[in-house]
């Protein structure tokens, strides 16, 4: 949690990288969601996705483990005076009493997957999940796939090697599981095979809607894609087509980035 207590996470999403997977989930959300849904933003941080959302009309509620980020929120919010934000809350993923069973038309999962390394509190937190969802209510979970995690992990190790050692890269290879070496920088990560988080997500009550790549393959392609937003907006809405329509091949789920499990609550 201290790694969030100093880095920019509102930021992140201004950036090129992160402002082509918000522009990209965004409507991958809004485009499933129920009309009136009351939203639950589970690790929502600063509260991107929860001010997108309410500004869309949605009835949203915002929890986070770090009170820095959600501080961070509060003020945003309050800024703009959406009253459709209804609460801000300190929570832990795999601890959600605060809210009662079936509170939810829809829960975002957009951060606490990349965090949790032991099985059963990945399970822990999907059953939480499930219990405050109504029935029928809908789970958006991002994760990172094993071998861009995998694959990121090296790259970490050649630009910044007291984070990443020659045995911390084995063990991400062999188990998914990433924990820095140092203490500056992302402290620790799990990097699933796809199949896993499908799995995760049917054996504790969720069939699957979609499962697909964020930014596809337009991820490390970031900088281009935004310019080309700029000077040519036609050609990058086709592009932009283009990554939607090839999200959901196996190869480019693994390889490129974040990506989105969408979950029907049985």
């Given amino acids: 949690m201290s790694y969030y207590d100093v880095f920019d996470?509102?930021?992140?999403?201004?950036?090129?990288?992160?402002?082509?997977?918000?522009?990209?989930?965004?409507?991958?959300?809004s485009n499933h969601l129920p009309k009136d849904a009351e939203i639950l933003d589970l690790g929502g941080g600063p509260g991107r996705y929860t001010i997108e959302l309410a500004r869309l009309g949605y009835t949203v509620h915002l929890a986070d483990l770090s009170q820095t980020l959600l501080d961070q929120a509060k003020k945003k919010i309050e800024t703009l005076e959406l009253k459709n934000v209804k609460s801000i809350a300190q929570v832990n993923a795999i601890d959600l009493s605060h809210y009662d069973d079936n509170s939810f038309d829809s829960v975002l999962l957009f951060g606490p997957l990349y965090h949790l390394t032991n099985e059963a509190e990945r399970v822990q937190c999907v059953r939480e999940v499930n219990r405050v969802l109504k029935p029928g209510g809908l789970v958006f979970a991002s994760f990172i796939p094993h071998l861009s995690g995998a694959i990121g992990t090296a790259i970490r190790m050649f630009y910044l090697p007291n984070q990443v050692s020659i045995e911390t890269l084995n063990r991400v290879f062999t188990s998914g599981v990433f924990n820095n070496n140092a203490k500056q920088g992302f402290q620790e990560g799990y990097y699933p095979p796809s199949a896993?988080?499908?799995s995760l997500f049917a054996e504790n009550g969720f069939s699957k809607i979609l499962l697909r790549s964020i930014r596809g393959w337009g991820s490390e392609q970031e900088e281009q894609l935004c310019k080309l937003q700029k000077e040519d907006p036609k050609t990058y809405r086709v592009v932009i087509g283009l990554i939607n329509q090839t999200a959901d091949d196996p190869a480019i789920i693994e390889m490129c980035a974040h990506a989105i499990y969408i979950g029907?609550?049985?």
């Avoid at 930021?11 to 918000?22: A, I, N, Q, S």
């Fill in 9 to 29: 996470e509102w930021g992140r999403l201004d950036v090129p990288e992160g402002k082509l997977e918000f522009d990209l989930c965004l409507p991958i959300v």
């Fill in 196 to 198: 896993e988080i499908v």
């Fill in 264 to 266: 029907e609550k049985q």
